[in-house]
């Protein structure tokens, strides 16, 4: 006849909390014991693009690309020339990336094609990796793409900034400035309340009353030189009087870009120059 063994309760609750332990647990991660590993951080991290690998062919990234990876399940960052959006879902070391928005800036050769590379590798599905600052996603195809961690970096201050207009606003659609005039308009906004600069041809300047709670910009009627322009210059100049001539504009300032928005749904944005 068999007999059972019985342990004394305090003897078993000891066995069972010890068996527990060890399931969760990696063995040998330590000395002298074991740890759980825990998931890579991914999130609120400005990652810099460093290449792409597709095929086994690496790109370097000729631009400013970059992603961050939001705690409320977005995806922002920048391509390399063109901005987007996505919805995107961080679970343990798995990023999962819907389809998303991009403004429409035409942009150098060598740029686009690094662009698309990345457009289409940061998308579905991804395995992350993290190792000292560095972030490798991998998609199922085996293609790659490498980050690394960018120190954090202060919004630059609205006033006493010369902001060189990069893009313009047209409801949904954002485009480079034309062709030819680029970084020929700007503004200029300092701590007595006043805007000046250059349209793209003509100088002007107007009253701006800041009010930085509600990011408002209150604009009074503007001021400008009179010179006969033409060509690119002039298409600029008409853009940048659509949003300027309104009476208020919203402002959004991130790291070194500054967005203009007024409420005819027209825009701009421009940026800081390198520190």
């Known amino acids: 006849m068999r007999k059972q063994l019985s342990l004394p309760a305090a003897v078993l609750a000891a066995v069972l909390s010890a068996a527990l332990t060890a399931c969760g647990t990696d063995a040998g991660s330590g ?22 690998t597709v095929e086994g062919e690496k790109t370097a990234n000729p631009t400013d690309a970059h992603i961050t990876l939001t705690d409320e399940g977005r995806a922002e960052g920048s391509y390399g020339c063109n901005r987007f959006g996505a919805d995107a879902t961080v679970e343990g070391d798995t990023v999962t990336v819907g389809q998303g928005t991009m403004t429409e800036i035409g942009c150098e050769k060598p740029v686009m094609q690094f662009e698309e590379l990345l457009r289409k590798a940061f998308s579905g ?33 609205l006033t006493g900034t010369k902001w060189t207009v990069t893009s313009l606003v047209s409801g949904e659609t954002v485009s480079s400035a034309p062709a030819g005039a680029e970084q020929k308009a700007h503004l200029t906004l300092d701590d007595e309340g006043t805007m000046r600069g250059s349209l793209g041809c003509n100088t002007f300047s107007v ?14 009627k503007l001021a400008t030189t009179r010179k006969l322009c033409e060509g690119p210059e002039a298409e600029l100049e008409t853009a940048v009087l659509r949003v300027l001539e309104q009476d208020s504009v919203t402002y959004e300032i991130e790291q070194r870009a500054l967005t203009l928005t007024a409420e005819n749904g027209r825009g701009l944005t421009a940026t800081a120059p390198k520190s």
Request: charged content about 20%.
């Open 207 to 220: 009253a701006a009353d800041v009010d930085a709670a509600q990011s408002t910009i209150t604009l009074s």
């Open 125 to 157: 599905t991804l395995t992350a990796a993290v190792d000292d600052g560095r972030l490798t996603l991998t998609t199922r195809q085996g293609d790659t793409i490498a980050l690394t961690s960018d120190p954090a970096v202060p919004d630059a201050p």
């Open 31 to 52: 000395p002298g014991g074991s740890s759980v590993a825990e998931d890579p951080a991914l999130t609120g991290i400005r990652w810099s693009v460093e290449s792409v």
